[in-house]
């Protein structure tokens, strides 16, 4: 469903992102970690065409984010880390700009099942601009769920969501993969990652450290038990020697 293969991504001669190649079948969900820096957002957004790779193919459902880009938008959702909503719209008008957005036959049924899901529903008739912090997360989070995406992508997806609300999203990120949809979540919350993940990519300076379950995780390492928690993997594999981005070469 989710394919990246050989991606590349460069700013003025240093590359954020280098030569990284995984997948996510329908089902799984893979938590991408990494210090700040690590190029976890800069990945996020190239999958869902925001910013051009600079090299490599990335995928959604079988179609180039670069060379089909309106079929590949279709099949996903993106929730950014801080979601931009339009400060004169209402929650609702949110919800039905998103159903006119992607051609949504008989949104309401559905928007009305979100907003009790979320917890939204006394505000329907709120401004996005009134809205608090975790309120726009979670009207985010409603609106890429609304159009049934087969692909969705989250960079920290609690952020600001009160303890009711997060337990909310965690269920509905568990039905989601259940149903068949293929989900990316960038988190600094390794609890989170761990308690909903089945697959991990572990990024630092640009570059991919582990890729795989979070089962074999325990036992790509060494020094490591085979309990050891998320949190010990990730300092784990973030102290390996490494150097700093290499400078852009002629070839790129």
Not at 121 to 129: P, Q, S
Request: with cysteine; net charge negative.
């Amino acid at each position: 469903m989710i394919e990246v293969l050989d991606f590349h991504k460069h700013y003025d001669g240093v590359f954020a992102v280098k030569g990284l190649t995984f997948t996510v079948q329908p089902g799984q969900v893979l938590g991408l970690v990494g210090p700040n820096g690590a190029g976890k957002t800069t990945t996020l957004r190239a999958m869902c065409g925001i910013i051009p790779p600079t090299r490599g193919v990335l995928r959604i459902g079988g179609h180039d984010v670069r060379a089909d880009p309106v079929a590949a938008k279709r099949m996903l959702a993106y929730v950014p880390d801080d979601p931009k909503l339009f400060d004169v719209l209402t929650v609702w008008e949110h919800l039905r700009y998103t159903a006119a957005a992607y051609d949504v036959p008989k949104w309401e049924v559905d928007a009305e099942r979100l907003l009790r899901q979320f917890e939204l529903e006394e505000k329907r008739n709120t401004l996005g601009a009134e809205l608090s912090r975790g309120m726009r997360q979670k009207l985010a989070i409603c609106c890429a769920y609304l159009h049934a995406p087969k692909a969705l992508l989250l960079d920290e997806p609690l952020t600001g969501v009160d303890p009711h609300g997060i337990r909310t999203t965690k269920d509905s990120i568990r039905g989601y993969a259940q149903a068949g949809g293929a989900i990316i979540m960038s988190s600094h919350i390794l609890d989170l990652v761990e308690d909903l993940c089945s697959h991990l990519l572990i990024l630092h300076r640009g570059e991919c450290l582990y890729f795989g379950t979070l089962t074999e995780a325990r036992t790509a390492f060494d020094d490591l038990h085979g309990d050891a928690t998320l949190e010990e993997i990730f300092l784990r594999a973030t102290r390996m020697p490494g150097a700093s981005p290499p400078p852009l070469d002629s070839g790129a």
